[in-house]
């Protein structure tokens, strides 16, 4: 598996004439209401990395105290998520009956299943204080096996996810194996999420343990093969290659990726399916209003338009 190590100063693959990086994602940006967020995937130069197929960047942003995040009850269907926090908290509330607060480096995974419900907030001490918010979600698709199990909850803290320090870069394994250690994390499929934080001269090798591999800058700037990347891009890698990151000045990012989709996936608002027709069916429950309910939440988000 990748592993921390000294890093041979040319990091281009024998015969290769190009960079090992298959394609560069700039994010879009997309109000979802309280706060803008960059949207990474799905993007057209690529829909999915491995198994992850929308990938958001939320903030930073800050509320004044009395303000706050209000993600209303909304559902979910044929993936997992995994909220994964820099900055604030977020309180997770869902229709299995579950209240998680999310504080920054613990982990919050959702599978959805055949169908769940949750909200996202500022807790209450949150609102009164103020805070400023940042973080990422991320969306894996379940496995055309796991598309319709059961819904489950899991929270993780800190302090149970492994990490690994060598060469100037701390490497936190939040999700599958990779750099010699596995997280506590069970997931449907092979898949893999790292956060990275990289001092200034630090090197991190990234061996290809994995067919589809991506790195987001979250801050600061990196270093692969000659060619530079600063926050906010997303650079998916050659598969094979094994990857040099440097940096200069430091930076925190998170490496990603897994096996292919057991084939392709249609994205609908909060749907995610194999097939068109579990996308239908989840449009007329949330309707119909037969998903379910968040205690203590009696507003929803209504099912749009188009």
Known sequence: MSRLA???????????????????????????GDFSVRRILPAPKRRAVGPFVFFDHMGPTTFNPGAGLDVR???????????????????HRDSLGFKQLIAPGAVNWMTAGRGIVHSERSSDTARAQGQTLM?????????????????????YSVASLPEIEADGARVRVVAGECFGAHARLETQSPLFYADVNLAPGGVLKIDADYTERAIYLVTGAIEVDGCCFSDGQMAV????????????????????????????????WNFVASDRELIEQAKADWREGKFGHVPGDTDFIPLPEA
């Open 6 to 32: 000294d890093a041979d100063p040319d990091c281009r693959q024998q015969g290769d004439a190009g960079v090992p990086v298959e394609t560069v994602i700039i994010p879009n940006m997309r109000d979802i």
């Open 73 to 91: 009850p909304h559902p979910h269907i044929g993936l997992s998520t995994l909220t994964y926090l820099y900055e604030g908290s977020i309180l």
């Open 237 to 268: 890698l050659k598969p094979a290659a094994e990857i040099i990151v440097r940096s200069a000045t430091g930076a925190v990012f998170v490496v990603v990726g897994g096996e292919p989709l057991d084939g392709p996936r249609h994205l609908w």
């Open 135 to 155: 973080g990422l979600q991320v969306w894996v698709a379940l496995p055309k096996a796991f598309e319709q199990c059961a819904a489950q909850f899991v929270h």
